[in-house]
């Protein structure tokens, strides 16, 4: 038998089809299956597809504006495709992901590929193109776009598909064929991912009138023809290993959705012959009953847990076993975070992996695709070093998982795993990161409970009182557009370009065009703009300590739209007042209510990359006293009306049922930690987007906000149903009236419509009207209209109401 050097093994898969071509009686076939696995040890379960410098989110945006054209966009996608891919194979990676990438949404991109087209767009058949996916995810001038919602408890957001039993499907995007084969005309060999059916359909819902008794998942058995047909298509290119996402497994489940992976997995059992299936899941541990279900399907060959947010996963291992008929794909590098791994303690649960299944099963892997965090730290040249240190991006973990996979085959990295022992040990030890008083004022808060002295319903009565507003109250969420005068003038002043003293006086005139623009609508109250802010946690966490900023950190959102989120290291406290400045500023040029602009304890919390040494509960605590500062601060400075927003509250809600209530005690807490302290004149809003936030309108009711606005438009008022069921909200609330997500102008009898039917379910005296969300990635000439519409149509109401009395 022919003798392999160790260091063979870290070559790649051409390198052994080289050698079993010329030589195949030289190899014993049952040493090259257990090798040729062992040598494929390392696994990326995703990977960022915005570019390291968001050169897709440019590509995206100048195409929608018309400035370039599909075949540019295209020549972008492919550069950021190829790039992505020869990172990871140069690192060594063995598993490498295609069909990764999208323009917008990987969950639309199924869609895309089963055909599962609303007809409002009018798609007929044939292959999808930009105008049809597009239209899908931002609506267009003639309908609107389709719901959008957060991807499990991440700052991600899916396109939500529409189902109706009548839906007919056919394979309209051969995107995860084309990908493949792009790839390998590289030499570059990948395993394509696809959104597994089970997860398609229970993350579906039924479309617009459709019976809300509609299940989309007893569409099961239209939609596996298609993705065999995928499947047929893969294997004729090639395709030896194929991921199926299905992470809905994580959940509570019904037997019912349990057996629908048995039914669908069966289906697709004889058109996987000959193709290796990774079943995929992650951001937490599989109930027991999913682990069973999952660990005896037929036709699957390896199954991804996740051993990081899965804190059970490892038990669940030692005490049900493992299935030596499949490998294990563990998760065990941190794909939502942007820490660097603690190798040596992955190491040691690797260990223990393989001491219960043997090392030829296991692949090492990401916890989830590496798309939650950011792309690159060597771009991060302005970096504090010690904190850098600490620090491992997208592509770092991809050498974090191949310096563990080489570990568990006996050829560890010594100066690696020292270099990252140095810097754990730094993180621990450093007095940047413990503050004692901060953490002693953050303890106190645990056993005590906070709450403004007054009922709602007394202090809407003392606040009516002062503000003297009309029936159905017209605001804005905060934000206006960003133009690209704003943007420049921060950057000019961020470069030294100008003086502080000539950049105040710029975001002043600023904010006079935006409060003189809103008084011309007559909006009841006001908002000054933000045009002094970057974003909605960074601006808050770069004036906080414990924070620190990246250059380049971006991460995707939704579409184009990228996040950079502050990363919190170490202790929070407020040193200065943040936001009062421009808040009083702004009120000081009207008459009319001026909203302080926050954002909240929870939503700063859920939209950073956060420290993983204590407890989210005590950070949380740390920067809901920081905001409280502000809020007081806010109110002796003469303002009114603050908004705290918590726009995030849902999305740190853990994804079992049995953690929830925990979670909720501590995130509501903090948010009424924030403001119990004002007066009962003073008037506490808050904001939330883009969640399903019916199963928690009671921990809503808790946060004793006196008016809530909230998104409603895209998804159908379905926010709408749970008073409908008779919920009582005694608070003011603004279910939003028209989607800022998208470039559509609403007509005022649509928005008219829209408010009916809140009053349907509502009283009139606590609604408000205002938009889904804030107007910053939007245009002026979009603004302007809809808000004008916005107005008339709360004032045609108001007419008609006042006639009927």
């Known amino acids: 038998m022919l003798r392999l050097k160790p260091s063979f093994f870290s070559g790649t898969l051409h390198h052994l089809s080289f050698l079993l071509t010329s030589s195949p009686r030289s190899i014993n076939p049952s040493f090259v299956r257990v090798n040729r696995i062992r040598a494929m040890s390392s696994h990326i379960v995703g990977y960022p597809r915005i570019g390291p410098k968001r050169e897709l989110k440019f590509a995206l945006e100048s195409f929608w504006d018309g400035k370039t054209n599909a075949d540019e966009l295209q020549k972008v996608a492919k550069d950021i495709r190829v790039s992505m891919w020869k990172q990871m194979a140069n690192a060594g990676t063995k598993f490498i992901p295609s069909n990764t990438f999208s323009y917008y ?11 599962a087209v609303p007809p409002r767009y009018g798609w007929f058949g044939g292959e999808i193109g930009f105008d049809v996916y597009f239209s899908m995810a931002r609506g267009n001038a003639l309908v609107p776009a389709m719901e959008m919602t957060k991807w499990f408890d991440t700052n991600y957001h899916f396109i939500v598909p529409e189902l109706s039993p009548e839906m007919k499907f056919a394979y309209a995007s051969r995107k995860a064929v084309i990908e493949y084969k792009e790839a390998k005309e590289l030499g570059i060999e990948t395993v394509p991912v696809l959104v597994g059916p089970v997860s398609y359909l229970l993350l579906s819902k039924p479309a617009k009138g459709v019976d809300k008794s509609f299940s989309p998942l007893s569409l099961l058995g239209k939609i596996i023809p298609v993705y065999k047909e995928v499947l047929a298509e893969l294997k004729a290119a090639g395709a030896t290993w194929v991921q199926f996402d299905e992470p809905t497994l994580v959940l509570d489940l019904e037997s019912h959705q349990l057996k629908a992976f048995i039914d669908a997995y069966e289906q697709l059992e004889e058109t996987l012959s000959g193709i290796s299936v990774i079943l995929e899941t992650y951001f937490a541990d599989l109930p027991t009953d999913a682990y069973k279900m999952v660990t005896s399907l037929k036709g699957v060959s390896a199954i991804g847990l996740d051993l990081v947010r899965g804190e059970k996963t490892l038990d669940l291992i030692k005490n049900l076993g493992f299935p030596s008929d499949k490998y294990l794909f563990a998760g065990v590098v941190d794909g939502k975070n942007i820490w660097a791994n603690d190798l040596e303690a992955s190491l040691i649960t690797l260990k223990t992996l393989e001491a219960i ?19 690159d730290l060597l771009n991060e040249t302005k970096l504090d070093n010690e904190i850098k240190s600490w620090l491992a991006f997208a592509a770092q973990k991809i050498l974090e998982v191949n310096a563990l996979a080489k570990a568990l085959t006996g050829e560890k990295d010594e100066e690696f795993f020292r270099a990252n022992s140095a810097a754990q040990e730094s993180r621990k030890s450093s007095s940047r990161v413990n503050d004692e008083a901060v953490q002693e004022a953050a303890s106190a808060l645990r056993g005590a409970d906070h709450r403004r002295a007054t009922p709602v319903t007394a202090r809407l009565e003392a606040q009516q009182r002062k503000l003297n507003l009309p029936m159905l109250p017209t ?19 961020k470069t030294n370009k100008i003086t502080e003293e000539e950049y105040v006086e710029a975001i002043k005139e600023e904010i006079k065009k935006v409060v003189k623009l809103q008084e011309e609508l007559d909006i009841d109250v006001l908002v000054h703009g933000e045009p002094e802010r970057n974003d909605m946690v960074e601006y808050f966490g770069e004036q906080l300590k414990g924070f620190a900023f990246t250059v380049h950190g971006w991460v995707q959102s939704y579409g184009s739209r990228c996040v950079k989120p502050p990363i919190i290291y170490g202790d929070v406290s407020r040193p200065n007042p943040m936001t009062v400045f421009w808040s009083k500023a702004a009120q000081s040029i009207t008459s009319r209510p001026m909203k302080g602009m926050l954002t909240g304890p929870v939503t700063i919390l859920n939209w950073s990359f956060v420290r993983n040494d204590q407890p989210r509960s005590e950070t949380c605590y740390q920067i809901a006293l920081a905001i409280k500062n502000e809020v007081e601060d806010l109110e002796a400075g003469g303002i009114q009306v603050i908004q705290i927003d918590e726009a995030a509250l849902r999305e740190g809600l853990p994804l079992r049922k049995s953690e929830q209530a925990f979670y909720l005690d501590w995130a509501v807490h903090s948010f009424r930690i924030a403001n119990c302290g004002v007066k009962d004149t003073t008037q506490i809003h808050t904001h939330m987007c883009y969640s399903n936030f019916n199963d928690i309108i009671h921990s809503i009711i808790d946060m004793d906000a006196d008016v809530i606005t909230i998104e409603n438009s895209r998804s159908n008022e379905k926010l709408l149903s749970v008073f409908r069921e008779g919920v009582k909200y005694g608070a003011g609330i603004g279910p939003g009236v028209y989607d800022i997500h998208s470039p559509r102008i609403p007509t005022t009898e649509e928005i008219a419509d829209r408010i009916n039917k809140v009053l349907a379910v509502l009283e ?12 910053k990635t939007r245009k002026y000439s979009e603004v302007k209209p809809a808000l004008t519409n916005m107005v008339a149509a709360a004032k045609l109401l108001r007419t008609e109401l006042a006639s009927a009395k």
Not at 105 to 115: E, F, I, W
């Open 475 to 493: 605001t804005t969420i905060g934000s206006f557009p960003q133009t690209m005068d704003v943007r420049r003038l921060r950057r000019e002043y």
């Open 105 to 115: 949404d990987q969950v639309l991109d199924t869609t895309a590929m089963l055909g």
């Open 764 to 775: 009139r005296n606590v609604v408000w009207v205002n938009p889904d969300c804030g107007l």
């Open 357 to 375: 299944i043997g090392k030829e099963k296991i692949m090492v892997s990401t916890s989830c695709s590496l798309m939650h965090t950011a792309v």
